[in-house]
């Protein structure tokens, strides 16, 4: 906040052994774990605290390797723009911008005595490839009269979602009959520091399988569907929470006179992290001569 800046007692008695001072901060706090792809912003201000203009003042901020810059925006004030209420009224400031690579540079052509400027560099995390979580730290200096200053190292931490996927089968033979019911329960874990916001979970299950009833719930709120091989439940899993997924079937009459049958099932999971499957479950459906399956009138898949 540029107005708790200026008049921060600690800042300027600081500001004593130092011509321009200068600090960052971050809009995120360290145990604010930020989203792979948010935005966030470091803001940099730079105050003269001399009897005398200062020009030509170099600012430098070194953006970790981990963000990519989204744009930049500058404002000025001094202790004259603190009205009655405490509220600053600062003004927008064009300052000469200098992008290369991670490395961004201002030049503020003069800062007046008791002048401070607030530059705020508007980042955006990028996407984590090799960990869930990483911990960056970010630096500014000022250049001015020869003497670089270096502001306070900021740390955050960016992170990605993080799930742990599983499947079981109530049945847990190798051979299924014709007729058989059993049970698939999914479980999908965020074992990760930040939701999980727009999951997707799929599961085309075997058309060798009637699917019965699907029952899901994230935490204890429980939800039902229509029975359907083409499964797709989009949600959100909160930190610590699991989202359970039980699909009961029901082996089907295999077609064509067939005698057994190898049939697979797995579940793909959609976040933004990326795409996971969890494990693949196998059964062999085994011709049962004494098994006589229902027509169900409105099921098409069998025609």
């Not at 995120?28 to 003042?57: D, G, L, M």
């Not at 990760?192 to 399988?209: F, H, Q, R, S, T």
Request: aromatic share 4%; charged share 30%.
């Amino acid at each position: 906040n540029l107005t708790k800046a200026i008049e921060s007692n600690e800042l300027k008695n600081e500001l004593t052994k130092a011509k321009v001072k200068i600090s960052l901060s971050s809009n995120k706090e360290y145990n604010e774990v930020i989203p792979q792809t948010e935005e966030f912003t470091y803001n940099i201000i730079i105050t003269n605290n001399i009897e005398e203009a200062q020009k030509n003042i170099v600012v430098t901020f070194n953006m970790p390797e981990e963000l990519e810059l989204v744009n930049t925006k500058a404002e000025t004030a001094s202790l004259e723009d603190i009205d009655e209420n405490g509220e600053i009224k600062a003004k927008t400031k064009n300052i000469p911008t200098n992008v290369n690579g991670n490395n961004i540079t201002f030049t503020i052509n003069q800062l007046a005595t008791g002048e401070s400027y607030i530059i705020y560099v508007n980042t955006k995390a990028k996407t984590l490839s090799e960990t869930y979580e990483k911990e960056i730290s970010a630096v500014a200096k000022v250049t001015a009269d020869n003497v670089t200053t270096s502001s306070d190292e900021v740390m955050n931490i960016i992170a990605k979602e993080e799930l742990k996927i599983t499947q079981t089968a109530s049945n847990t033979n190798a051979y299924i009959k014709e007729g058989e019911n059993f049970k698939y329960t999914i479980t999908v874990e965020n074992t990760g520091k930040i939701d999980a916001k727009k999951v997707v979970i799929k599961d085309k299950v075997p058309e060798e399988l009637k699917v019965n009833s699907i029952k899901y719930k994230v935490g204890t709120k429980e939800q039902e569907r229509l029975g359907t091989n083409d499964i797709e439940i989009k949600t959100t899993i909160p930190v610590g929470e699991t989202l359970t997924l039980e699909i009961e079937v029901l082996a089907r009459k295999l077609k064509n006179g067939q005698t057994e049958k190898e049939i697979s099932n797995y579940v793909e999971v959609e976040s933004l992290s990326g795409t996971q499957n969890s494990n693949t479950i196998k059964h062999i459906i085994e011709v049962d001569p004494d098994y006589v399956e229902q027509e169900d009138p409105n099921d098409n898949t069998r025609r």
